[in-house]
T-cell receptor, first 114, second 113 residues
Framework: DVKVTQSSRYLVKRTGEKVFLECVQD?????MFWYRQDPGLGLRLIYF???????EKGDIPEGYSVSREKKERFSLILESASTNQTSMYLC?????????????FGEGSRLTVL | DQQVKQNSPSLSVQEGRISILNCDYT??????FLWYKKYPAEGPTFLIS?????DKNEDGRFTVFLNKSAKHLSLHIVPSQPGDSAVYFCAASDQTGANNLFFGTGTRLTVIP
């Protein structure tokens, strides 16, 4: 089975702190994604990566950056956390760029910024 | 602007009855549609999909219907079971693939025993 593992299920951080969310997938997928899920807004794409060291902005990249140094690992970075970044963060991976859209999600990381 | 809309935030159904979850989209370039199911404290899991060349796809108790002219799709669950209680997300993709996967806001289904 495909496994996408997010390093932290729950985090509580203070405003202004730097936050790292880590994601690892074990199926050699080319594409990796970071979404945030908020009530009434669904899943919104923050960043995605289709190859090592490659990244593209999604719908809501402001306040976030990403890093993909190895194919299996995709990190989301909040340089200076703010309260409006309190959310559920979901990492996902998929096959090639021309894949039909099926994503494999991790269990999510619930971040609270105080 | 939301390109994929799920106008019903919640739905309650008796066990054994049919659940119908609806989804509308605005972009005529979408050609592949998916439904994901999400339990609390878990990531979404893929449930069923349909290509725009079809109008129906069935997998066990789950059937997705696509009406391209109305830009509408629906997920039917028959019979509904308490374990189906979850949030269901509709998603759509255009020909560029997974990089452009647009999600709806979700519908919380509660199946009452």
């Amino acid at each position: 089975d495909v496994k996408v593992t997010q390093s932290s299920r729950y985090l509580v951080k203070r405003t202004g702190e730097k936050v790292f969310l880590e994601c690892v997938q074990d199926m050699d997928h080319e594409n990796m994604f970071w979404y945030r899920q908020d009530p009434g807004l669904g899943l919104r794409l923050i960043y995605f990566s289709y190859d090592v060291k490659m990244k593209e902005k999604g719908d809501i990249p402001e306040g976030y950056s990403v890093s993909r140094e190895k194919k299996e690992r995709f990190s989301l970075i909040l340089e200076s956390a703010s309260t409006n970044q309190t959310s559920m963060y979901l990492c996902a991976s998929s096959w090639t760029v021309r894949s039909t859209g099926e994503l494999f999600f991790g269990e999510g990381s619930r971040l609270t910024v105080l | 602007d939301q390109q994929v809309k799920q106008n019903s935030p919640s739905l309650s159904v008796q066990e054994g009855r049919i659940s119908i979850l609806n989804c509308d989209y605005t972009n005529s370039m979408f050609d592949y549609f998916l439904w994901y199911k999400k339990y609390p404290a878990e990531g979404p899991t893929f449930l069923i999909s349909i290509s725009s060349i079809k109008d129906k796809n069935e997998d066990g108790r789950f059937t997705v219907f696509l009406n391209k002219s109305a830009k509408h799709l629906s997920l039917h669950i028959v019979p509904s079971q308490p374990g189906d209680s979850a949030v269901y997300f509709c998603a759509a993709s255009d020909q560029t693939g997974a990089n452009n996967l647009f999600f709806g806001t979700g519908t919380r289904l509660t199946v009452i025993p």
